[in-house]
Each structure stands twice: as C-alpha cells, then as structure tokens.
C-alpha cells in the first residue's frame, strides 16, 4: 500500500533511533507497564510517533489493565489501518498510521464497559502526546 508518508528504511532508522523503529517499522512490542504514556491523565490528543498524524483523543483512552495504553476508538476511522496478524500462532488485528504505515499495536473486541466495545492496545514509544492548552 502506498502511504502519504513515504521514507527509506534508512529515513526511518535514522529519525526514530533503533527502540522506536523497533516498534513503528518492524512491529515490535514494548515491555508492559513500562510505557511513558500509560499513565497519562491529561486531556489532549496522541499522535504517530512516526509522522505526527492525529491518532486517538484522550476522552476515549480507558485503563483496561493490559499494561499499555489503551483506546476504545480512533480520531476518525480512517486515521488508523487494520490488518490481520498471524504471527505468534494467533489471529489478531494489527493496527498501523494509515498516513505512514507505522505499527501501533493491536486492536482486541475485549473493551467491556466502553462504547464500542474494542481495545485499541498501543506502545508508548509508537505515540507522541500534546496536552490540551
């Protein structure tokens, strides 16, 4: 697919410095309970950590107890891609920027108590936050 981001592997490597790239470019998975941001209360918005895209509003972050930061829906639909994930020997749903293709963790039909019901589970490091004014 082609993305309105588009760098080289080396632009990547070179931008994101190796724990980032790790999680953005080859899908890698933060440690739990270790993220930045999973402690995060204030109001504001999150972005690819890739590209700056607008991601998730805090107003739809939720803590599920999984140990990352988690959303129960996008900005808008389109802000993320969905993809099927066999890897590990399960079937999940990987979510990536749909501006850059960057991988920002899972997303899971286990977010009970929120409206729509999913778990958009996200590494820190994939994440950049602006706090509202």
């Known amino acids: 697919m082609a993305y309105e981001v588009d760098k080289s592997d080396d632009e990547w490597r070179t931008e994101l410095g190796e724990e980032k790239y790790a999680v953005l470019r080859e899908a890698a998975t933060e440690r739990p309970w270790t993220g ?3 402690d995060e209360e204030r109001a504001g918005l999150y972005t690819c950590g890739g590209c700056g895209a607008e991601l998730f509003r805090s107003g739809t972050k939720f ?3 999984c140990g990352w930061p988690s959303f129960y829906e996008s900005v808008r639909p389109e802000a993320v891609e969905l993809l099927e994930d066999t890897s590990l020997g399960m079937v999940r749903t990987e979510v ?3 501006s850059c293709g960057s991988h920002l963790g899972h997303v899971f039909p286990d977010g009970f108590g929120t409206p729509t019901g999913d778990r958009y589970c996200m590494n820190s ?3 950049s936050f602006t706090p509202d004014e």
């Open 36 to 38: 930045e941001l999973l």
């Open 63 to 65: 803590d599920s107890g």
């Open 96 to 98: 990536r920027c749909a």
């Open 125 to 127: 490091v994939a994440l």
